[in-house]
């Protein structure tokens, strides 16, 4: 048995070797740190567009409940600050068997759910056996390589998989199978989700819907001496520049997504501190391969050389992101910083035009989004690149769901998308990405490359995180070849707070821990 | 008095059928529009599998005629369905959102009043004069604001600047409500007055040329004893169908107003229920909102009936 206790390693060594000392992924201008004497007491208020939708962890896709939950319901093992590695958190750590079929994850001593009861084997084995219970309807796929959780003991739990599979500790960080009171504490599961209860730093308070959602300390915190807050409301503000407005009136600390417009000004606002952290979003465009002439690796090279994607930063994010050159994000483990994704060349875009099936160029349609004015961008810059590559594109927009609709349908030629990871582990992306057997057909591609997905494959049955890193290298960079996506750019997340706001921290995965937010006067 | 009321238990009786003819097109229309709910629940992970297992666990399967015989026979037990994205009753989170709405429309109307009444007569006295024009130019902006544009302008000035109301928000007790309904409803009443104003000047310029006003002018009658008794009451007439028809729009544009000012009514319950093809929320408001015109119809009928003894809608609807 090989041991591994404490520190959990899983992508460390990787991360150092592709980064080489540069991962550092400190956020912008400052309201992320956590200077001085944290102050204890005091209420956040976070306003955001958007309503929460539900509380049940197994089935909730939507990021405004996640975020919430997050608070209340914890998992075994948590992500780190930058994204790229994995700590205990309810787990104090693992051991993992020869064979790789068998984790035994130690958990912490000492931690309590919400409502004073001591947290046992029982409550997590119950934890993890929901939410691979919720199946396709719900989170249950990430939990796919598991073949049984165990509970040895009050302190103990056994995790036995199907094949070795390099994710599973990423997998157990994941929201959805975050710890809650064995068999729901007796309730129902709607009844228990209704008032969730778990180990996290804050307690269900209240949710008045389409306003606010309130939780509170919970005293029976693992952490001695934290959460510092006394409590925490997020309040539904769907109109931005009423954020702003709230933000500069000190009605509201946070404001969740200020638009790309007003960072610039909101940054120069006294009393205000405007952050970007990095995230793992991947800006996108698809190409339909089962239909001509998308079949053909030209046409799509010459695409994806003809979009400027430095015209992209500026014009949607004002500059606040990076181009991509990979389909993997630098705030993903294994992100390859040289994996050859196209570059900006109009000349190379002709050239391929000219080796192309379609040599005089074609008509074609991207699909976006309607009401969103960045996709609009988007859209109406890569007209004008495609048009002097001899591409006739015309714009088809439709509101998100009838877009998503037609995206499974296979029913578009172009199509935008964006992708964010929910586990600091690319498979969650590379497999839905390259695999056709993934579940949605390679991102809705049809892109099929037997040497790519055998690749994918034998990534995620390593445990090596070394050997991880060199197969993850050969998958994007053979992806960056295929040019099955147009990569656009990566964008960062973006948060403004009062300068009394102290210790917020976003990851490249989107959840922050406000165990670790004080306010100062 | 009472006998002039008796044409409310037939109106109420002719709203039935609109009522039933709004949810037959709402339940369809929404049906029309392309995905489902569960492709809106799923976010950027749907899969046509996981849209397949979600929509059957949500009952989404049967077929659409049962689904609407199902909603029709619900109706009549007071019962809307069940919110697919929330998984609450419809009726809890219309009984949220309808005192939002109400609310703001209610303070919205007593505003427009308080601001149109005194300037229409302000303009009505002399037509023509420097007051009437300031009147008439005053018009004319609140028709050409926007009401977002008109909504941040008024949190800038007297939120963010001043410090004296909310930026948005509805607050927690009912004085709170009060004090963050006000700008909100300051603004649609603002938007909402020149079509009142225009309506209650003509209407008064019409009445003081009158010969009953002559002849009470002739009594010795003059000033605010006046306006109040010969005046306002004849001029209000016309007035009051303006509101009527206008009260049915203002649902409407109370959508706009909510957003700004971040209030948890109607408008963005109905919009969200939208985006994410919540079937049963949208059914929900729409029928809300169509009983609702039908009623501001009937309450206008009741107001003139009362405003002028010369309406009689019941005797009218027996010959």
């Keep these: 048995m090989k041991r591994r206790i404490g520190i959990v390693i899983a992508v460390a060594a990787a991360t150092a070797l592709v980064l080489g000392g540069c991962s550092s992924a400190s956020g912008g201008s400052g309201a992320g740190s956590a200077t001085g004497k944290p102050v204890k007491g005091g209420d956040l208020t976070i306003a955001r567009s958007q309503d929460i939708i539900s509380m049940n962890k197994t089935n909730t896709f939507d990021n405004n409940s996640l975020r919430v939950m997050e608070q209340i319901m914890e998992p075994l093992f948590m992500v780190s600050p930058d994204g790229k590695t994995l700590k205990p958190w309810l787990a104090s750590g693992y051991t993992i068997s020869k064979d790789q079929l068998t984790y035994t994850i130690n958990l912490r001593k000492g931690v309590k759910f919400s409502n004073g009861t001591p947290l046992t084997a029982a409550d997590v084995k119950f934890s993890i056996d929901q939410d691979t219970a919720s199946g396709a309807a719900g989170w249950g796929f990430i939990n796919a390589a598991i073949k049984q959780v165990t509970a040895v003991d009050a302190s103990t739990v056994q995790v036995t998989v199907k094949h070795p599979w390099g994710p599973l500790i990423a997998d157990l960080s994941l929201f959805s199978n975050g710890i809650v009171p064995n068999n729901y504490g007796g309730k129902t599961a709607a009844q228990f989700y209704d008032a969730p209860v778990g180990t996290g730093p804050f307690v269900w308070d209240f949710w008045k819907k389409g306003q606010s959602l309130k939780l509170t300390k919970n005293a029976n915190y693992w952490q001695a001496g934290k959460p510092y807050l006394n409590s925490v409301t997020w309040t539904v503000v769907p109109d931005s520049n009423t954020r702003k407005l709230q933000l500069q009136g000190n009605q509201i600390d946070i404001d969740d997504t200020p638009d790309w417009s007003s960072l610039a000004s909101l940054?120069?606002?006294?009393?205000?501190?405007?952050?970007?952290?990095?995230?793992?979003?991947?800006?996108?465009?698809?190409?339909?391969?089962?239909?001509?002439?998308?079949?053909?690796?030209?046409?799509?090279?010459?695409?994806?050389?003809?979009?400027?994607?430095?015209?992209?930063?500026?014009?949607?994010?004002?500059?606040?992101?990076?181009?991509?050159?990979?389909?993997?994000?630098?705030?993903?483990?294994?992100?390859?910083?040289?994996?050859?994704?196209?570059?900006?060349?109009?000349?190379?875009?002709?050239?391929?035009?000219?080796?192309?099936?379609?040599?005089?160029?074609?008509?074609?349609?991207?699909?976006?989004?309607?009401?969103?004015?960045?996709?609009?961008?988007?859209?109406?810059?890569?007209?004008?690149?495609?048009?002097?590559?001899?591409?006739?594109?015309?714009?088809?927009?439709?509101?998100?769901?009838?877009?998503?609709?037609?995206?499974?349908?296979?029913?578009?030629?172009?199509?935008w998308n964006l992708w964010t990871m929910d586990i600091p582990d690319p498979d969650e992306w590379t497999t839905w990405a390259v695999n056709p057997t993934g579940g949605s057909n390679s991102a809705f591609t049809g892109y099929n490359n037997p040497a790519v997905i055998a690749l994918n494959a034998q990534a995620a049955a390593e445990t090596d995180t070394t050997k991880r890193a060199a197969l993850y290298n050969q998958v994007q960079e053979q992806a960056s070849k295929d040019a099955f996506l147009d990569y656009l750019f990566y964008s960062p997340y973006v948060f403004a707070s009062t300068a009394t706001v102290h210790g917020f921290h976003v990851t490249p995965l989107g959840n922050y821990q406000l165990e670790d937010v004080y306010k100062t006067k | 008095m009472l006998h002039r009321l008796r044409f409310i238990p037939g109106r109420l009786i002719q709203s039935i059928p609109v009522a039933f003819g709004v949810t037959l097109i709402v339940f369809f229309m929404a049906r029309l529009l392309p995905g489902n709910p569960a492709l809106a629940l799923l976010g950027q992970r749907a899969t046509p599998e996981s849209v397949a297992a979600l929509s059957k666990q949500l009952g989404l399967n049967t077929p659409i005629w049962e689904q609407y015989f199902g909603f029709l026979g619900r109706i009549f037990q007071g019962n809307l369905g069940t919110s697919i994205t929330y998984q609450q009753p419809v009726t809890s989170l219309l009984a949220q959102a309808i005192p939002v709405t109400m609310s703001l429309l209610g303070l919205a109307l007593l505003f427009s009043l308080v601001i149109s009444i005194p300037l229409a007569a302000l303009a009505a006295f002399r037509p023509g004069g420097a007051r009437d024009l300031g009147v008439r130019a005053f018009t004319l902006l609140g028709q050409g604001m926007?009401?977002?544009?008109?909504?941040?302008?008024?949190?800038?000035?007297?939120?963010?600047?001043?410090?004296?109301?909310?930026?948005?928000?509805?607050?927690?007790?009912?004085?709170?409500?009060?004090?963050?309904?006000?700008?909100?409803?300051?603004?649609?009443?603002?938007?909402?007055?020149?079509?009142?104003?225009?309506?209650?000047?003509?209407?008064?310029?019409?009445?003081?040329?009158?010969?009953?006003?002559?002849?009470?002018?002739?009594?010795?009658?003059?000033?605010?004893?006046?306006?109040?008794?010969?005046?306002?009451?004849?001029?209000?007439?016309?007035?009051?169908?303006?509101?009527?028809?206008?009260?049915?729009?203002?649902?409407?544009?109370?959508?706009?107003?909510?957003?700004?000012?971040?209030?948890?009514?109607?408008?963005?319950?109905?919009?969200?229920?939208?985006?994410?093809?919540?079937?049963?929320?949208?059914?929900?408001?729409?029928?809300?909102?169509?009983?609702?015109?039908?009623?501001?119809?009937?309450?206008?009928?009741?107001?003139?009936?009362?405003?002028?003894?010369?309406?009689?809608?019941?005797?009218?609807?027996?010959?």
């Design chain 1, 267 to 415: 940054k120069t606002t006294p009393g205000v501190n405007a952050t970007t952290f990095p995230s793992t979003q991947l800006d996108y465009i698809a190409f339909n391969e089962n239909r001509a002439p998308f079949n053909d690796v030209h046409i799509r090279t010459a695409i994806s050389d003809a979009t400027d994607r430095n015209a992209m930063v500026k014009a949607v994010l004002f500059g606040n992101g990076t181009p991509a050159y990979s389909m993997l994000s630098p705030g993903t483990p294994y992100y390859d910083n040289n994996a050859g994704g196209a570059t900006y060349s109009v000349a190379n875009a002709k050239a391929e035009m000219a080796k192309s099936s379609k040599p005089n160029g074609f008509k074609t349609t991207l699909l976006i989004q309607s009401g969103d004015p960045n996709q609009s961008s988007i859209a109406q810059i890569m007209q004008s690149e495609l048009k002097a590559i001899g591409i006739t594109m015309t714009i088809q927009q439709l509101d998100p769901t009838a877009n998503k609709q037609a995206r499974l349908a296979g029913n578009f030629d172009m199509s």
């Design chain 2, 146 to 319: 926007p009401q977002f544009w008109l909504g941040i302008m008024l949190i800038l000035l007297l939120a963010v600047g001043l410090r004296a109301f909310p930026v948005g928000g509805y607050g927690n007790s009912a004085g709170d409500h009060l004090y963050y309904l006000f700008l909100p409803a300051l603004t649609l009443a603002i938007t909402m007055c020149p079509t009142i104003i225009r309506s209650l000047r003509s209407s008064m310029i019409d009445v003081l040329e009158s010969e009953y006003v002559g002849t009470a002018k002739s009594k010795g009658s003059y000033g605010a004893a006046l306006f109040r008794g010969h005046v306002l009451r004849n001029a209000a007439i016309p007035t009051v169908s303006v509101i009527g028809v206008n009260l049915g729009f203002l649902v409407g544009g109370s959508l706009v107003i909510e957003k700004v000012f971040a209030l948890p009514g109607l408008g963005s319950m109905m919009i969200n229920a939208i985006f994410t093809r919540d079937f049963p929320t949208i059914q929900g408001v729409t029928l809300f909102v169509a009983l609702f015109v039908v009623v501001v119809g009937i309450l206008t009928d009741v107001v003139y009936t009362m405003l002028d003894p010369r309406v009689n809608f019941g005797a009218k609807e027996q010959s």
